[in-house]
């Protein structure tokens, strides 16, 4: 298996691999991101509503409270102390003994109201939630204006949108088949539902539940996957996390270890096709064991859990994936399964397989993956302490509960380096990596991602070994003394602003602007990358049109990295404010694009060489133009 080179890995991975008892103090080599240190972010007044803020490099343009019958300060969850949790166990033992009477049941499940994952499409910005979903008009430049509430129980409520059709993961056993409130009780209930729900939102004032895939594991997350020939066919890649169910209630479901049963649901994602021109019949085609070995074939074929050594992290089994992030045009997903970076080989959508896969002894739980533009690098999370817990203190390590930056290499992932959210946050402050996507500027890989009560940061991982926050935006704490769980669960670039949801307190809009690291030019480039449709998971590649804007956001970013020869960075700047005023020389253009791939030399770094090739690119086609 696959594992990071040790020369790339934090003092606590090395301690581990040579077999130290105990873990080294944290450093910070050559080509590493420094351990979390202080800013403004760090002491920010606490508050639910009133909350202070911090931001850099951004506008915050809107904040959205939670729709009506999706918010009550009761159901905001605090996960028990360690002297609850002890109490609890004894008081559930003295119940089981007879000498105690159990106590009420809560109002709430832990969660039950919080707001998750997002999608766009024609001007609806969709928020998923625990309690079902909503959808607000953001087509105009004003406030967001709530067009659908759908009241639809049973967590986690992520939600993707193709067409007229809206898909919702469903993982909890209070889920129901009708959409009902009052919970599906007992171990087995005939009208429990986990799996994939599917909507009708042809109209968005009756919409209607059309179809309910059931899952063996349910549903924590999904992907949109696309035919590659038929657009009458779409796939869905669903991700279970949650416990096998039993066959009394699905006859399909089965568990345990694979030594033992080969039929288990673990060890394997949900290939559901659903044909579009009647989607009442989506099912389940494939269960594909994309974990076993290669060679022996046996199912549980990658990492076994535990911790590797006696100082790193006490990761994942990987029986299940988290996140599957798909990138149909370059025929590749990566998958974040556990215990387990990996690559999957799609060009066969219902058959993925397995081509590459990473571990990393600093990884606890591999929960999300983005590809950057190019399809050469992911960018991984780990989910240390389920994202409910502070894991970003100045004491935590800086390589734990952070994004992994891999390059592909041949086929292989290659662990690069590390990135953590910089400004420590408080002991009552939830914070982990956590979701986000790509910001569509030519020349430079962005990624946009939430980090619960640690709010959201824009990175700069153009160069996977040296990754740079650029951008940030951040609240204090819900509650000064105790944790309670909120912050922003997604930060996604939807059609030219920032849209987060925010567990416990709605969402945000927020707008890029220029500054130090990100100019104008490369803002106004990103905003007019537009898609009708958004689906995180499912990438796909921007187009950027041949315009001044862009000539300028290369000419930006080479300035910045002092990239280009003064006397030719001159000239160019000169040709794009003709071409922006109308009168592009032809001549001029193309003597320009021979200059700047004449600029590419043996000792030009990687980003420069691509940037200026993209520049000679776009000059010439401008010479041919006219």
Not at 421 to 433: I, R
Not at 434 to 453: E, K
């Amino acid at each position: 298996m696959n594992i990071r080179s040790l020369l790339l890995s934090s003092a606590v991975a090395a301690s581990v691999l040579f077999g130290a008892a105990a873990a080294q103090a944290q450093t910070a080599p050559e080509g590493q991101s420094p351990p979390v240190g202080t800013d403004v972010r760090s002491t920010l007044a606490p508050g639910l509503h009133d909350a202070g803020q911090a931001i850099s490099n951004l506008t915050l343009e809107h904040s959205v409270q939670p729709a009506p019958g999706f918010f009550d300060p009761e159901a905001i969850f605090a996960p028990p102390t360690r002297e609850e949790a002890e109490a609890a166990r004894v008081r559930a033992a003295a119940v089981e003994a007879g000498t105690a009477e159990p106590l009420p049941p809560r109002k709430y499940s832990p969660l039950a109201m919080a707001n998750s994952d997002m999608a766009m499409s024609n001007g609806r910005l969709f928020v998923g939630n625990f309690n079902g979903f909503n959808a607000y008009d953001v087509s105009g430049d004003g406030p967001p204006e709530l067009v659908l509430s759908v009241v639809c129980p049973g967590g986690q409520g992520d939600v993707s949108v193709h067409g007229n059709l809206l898909f919702m993961s469903v993982e909890q056993n209070r889920g129901r088949l009708d959409c009902g409130v009052r919970g599906a009780e007992g171990e087995v209930n005939a009208e429990r539902f986990r799996g994939i729900r599917i909507f009708d939102i042809s109209d968005l004032s009756a919409p209607r539940q059309i179809a309910a895939v059931q899952t063996c594991r349910g549903s924590h997350t999904h992907t949109q996957v696309p035919h590659p020939t038929d657009p009458n066919v779409l796939y869905i890649y669903n991700s279970g996390t949650s416990s096998v169910r039993k066959s009394e209630e699905l006859a399909s479901c089965q568990g345990g270890e694979p030594g033992e049963n080969p039929e288990t649901a673990l060890y394997s994602i949900d290939v559901i096709k659903v044909p579009l021109n009647a989607p009442e019949q989506a099912a389940i085609v494939n269960r594909p064991r994309i974990f076993a070995d290669r060679e022996t074939g046996e199912i549980a074929g990658l990492w076994k859990g535990g911790k590797f050594g006696v100082a790193g992290q006490d990761t994942a089994q990987t029986n299940q994936c988290h996140d599957i992030t798909v990138y149909p045009e370059i025929g590749l997903a990566a998958g974040a399964c556990s215990g387990n970076g990996i690559l999957l080989d799609i060009s066969d959508p219902e058959n993925p397989s397995r081509v590459s896969e990473l571990f990393d002894p600093d990884m606890a739980y591999w929960h999300s993956a983005t590809f950057n533009v190019a399809g050469d690098k992911v960018l991984f999370t780990d989910e240390w302490g389920g994202g409910t817990s502070a894991r970003c203190r100045a004491e935590d390590p800086h390589s734990w509960g952070a994004d992994l930056i891999a390059t592909i290499e041949n086929g292989r992932l290659v662990g690069q380096n590390f990135f953590k959210l910089p400004a420590a946050q408080g002991g009552t402050e939830n914070c982990v990596a956590h979701n986000g996507n790509l910001i569509p500027v030519p020349g430079r890989d962005l990624m946009l991602q939430a980090w619960y009560q640690g709010g959201i940061s824009i990175i700069d991982f153009t160069d996977p070994a040296r990754p740079t926050e650029i951008a940030w935006f951040d609240r204090g704490p819900i509650d000064a003394e105790r944790l309670y769980v909120g912050g922003h669960w997604s930060a996604y670039w939807f059609n030219g602003r920032i849209y987060a949801s925010e567990i416990a307190r709605g969402f945000d809009v927020l707008k890029l602007a220029p500054g130090e690291h990100l100019s104008a030019a490369e803002i106004a480039v990103a905003e007019r990358v537009m898609a009708e449709t958004i689906n995180p998971q499912t990438q796909t590649r921007p187009v950027w049109e041949d315009h001044p804007d862009v000539a300028q956001a290369y000419l930006d970013q080479l300035a910045r990295s002092g990239g280009l020869e003064t006397g030719l960075a001159e000239r160019a700047r000169a040709a794009v404010e003709q071409w922006r005023g109308g009168r592009a020389n032809r001549g001029r253009a193309t003597e320009l694009s021979q200059a700047l791939a004449a600029a590419v030399g043996e000792n030009t770094a990687k980003a420069d060489a691509a940037r200026l090739t993209a520049l000679s690119e776009l000059f010439g086609r401008l010479g041919r133009r006219g």
